[in-house]
């Protein structure tokens, strides 16, 4: 049975740090991986997909890598801002589309 | 419609009740997925449908659980026989095909009291 680890589960910083956020999933059978966020109460907003041919995915200030061979993907975040608060969720995609997902990591950006 | 739509965004019922959820999708997207997501927790996979029929089912807990997708466009998922552990958001997605990403809705929270 596939497993998506996040780590951390929190992670509390001042604003302007670098910070990366770490997935690990137990089956590298993998179609895509997915960076989502999601805002309290609120649904998911896809940031990066990343196909399993690809290693890394960049859109503004995120970068996310994916590594198959170790399991492991990180989404990167630079320069942070307090408008980046919020739940990061990473989700491991199979053959058959079905999204498997890790945990979360909140994330409090600190003014 | 522009994005994907859930009724209601609430709602709260008694222990034993019927409630049903509805998801309306992106126009024109065949694939729809229903999710469940607890406190604390990310959302874990309840049923998928590809048009009319369900491709995957296998994430529905139990036989409380039923969704339909008649026409290949809304979807409801219904539970009977409310219990509290039912308690959760339950949020729905759409897709073209599911290759290329969902689309998730703000989902609907439901209270079982």
């Known amino acids: 049975k596939q497993e998506v680890t996040q780590i951390p589960a929190a992670l509390s910083v001042p604003e302007g740090e670098n910070l990366v956020l770490n997935c690990s999933f137990t089956d590298s059978a993998i179609y895509n991986l997915q960076w989502f966020r999601q805002d309290p109460g609120k649904g998911l907003t896809s940031l990066l997909l990343i196909q399993s041919s690809q290693r890394e995915q960049t859109s503004g200030r995120l970068n996310a890598s994916l590594d198959k061979s170790s399991g492991r993907s990180t989404l990167y975040i630079a320069a942070s801002q307090p408008g980046d608060s919020a739940t990061y969720l990473c989700?491991?995609?199979?053959?058959?589309?079905?999204?498997?997902f890790g945990s979360g990591t909140r994330l409090l950006v600190r003014p | 419609g522009a994005g994907v739509s859930q009724t209601p965004s609430n709602k709260v019922t008694e222990k034993g009740k019927y409630v049903e959820l509805r998801c309306d999708p992106i126009s024109g997207h065949t694939a729809l997925y229903w999710y469940r997501q607890s406190l604390g927790q990310g959302p874990e996979f309840l049923i998928y449908f590809q048009g009319t029929g369900a491709a995957d089912d296998s994430g529905l807990p139990n036989d409380r659980f039923f969704a339909v997708r008649p026409e290949g466009s809304v979807s409801t998922l219904k539970i009977q026989r409310t219990e509290r552990g039912d308690s959760a958001v339950y949020l729905c997605?759409?897709?073209?095909?599911?290759?290329?990403?969902?689309?998730f809705g703000s989902g609907t929270r439901l209270t079982v009291v």
């Open positions: 997605a759409s897709s073209f095909s599911g290759a290329e990403g969902y689309t």
């Open positions: 989700a491991w995609m199979d053959s058959s589309y079905k999204l498997i």
